[in-house]
């Protein structure tokens, strides 16, 4: 009970600037978590469709690789389906290079989207417990001006104590909202890697069999 009672006066003590910081944390908060799970069962899924297609491919069996990835809606079904579509007319690993790329220019933007957010709103916890600061000092100096010379001092410490609560709070928010968009943008570049990698393994195949069968 001590730390709820604890909390809520430091929460009261900052004022008006406490809200907007909570609604960006929790904004920010429920972006992360749905990009958390998103690109988490997007790597899950990419790696189940490349274990049932990479045989096929091995085996030149392309028709049942293209009707695996129509089923699929997954970043890697979209890509290679645009290299088996161009390498069904054309074998040329250029072209077919070509068509895939394009496929990960549509892809990528999705895996990065809305988790750029979370930088900014860290920038915006940081400035708004600055700004809540900067109008609870003004506050402060004004409410002292006309008080008594011996209460000065005291009631000057105990206002920029409570303005620095916004700012702490700010850092507070902030500091997290920072470090999950690394962890979010470390796992959106390893998925992208992954992506390539497997486009590379796609175009070697493709390069292979066509070597073979000419």
Known sequence: MDIYSSLVTFFQAGGLFMYPIVAVLALGVAIAAERYIYLTAARATNQRVW?????LLMDGKYGQAVAITEKSKSALSRILRYGLDRADSDHSRDNVEVAME???METVPRLEKRTH??????????LLGLLGTIMGLI??????ANANPAEKADMLSASISVAMNTTAFGLMAAIPLLLIY???????TELVDSLEMASVKFLNIITERSGATA
Do not use: S
């Open 51 to 55: 274990k049932q297609v990479m045989p």
């Open 102 to 104: 394009e496929g990960l």
């Open 117 to 126: 957010y979370l930088a900014t709103f860290a920038n915006i916890a940081t």
């Open 139 to 144: 506050q402060a100096f004004t409410a002292v």
């Open 182 to 188: 690394t962890v979010l943008q470390t796992k959106t």
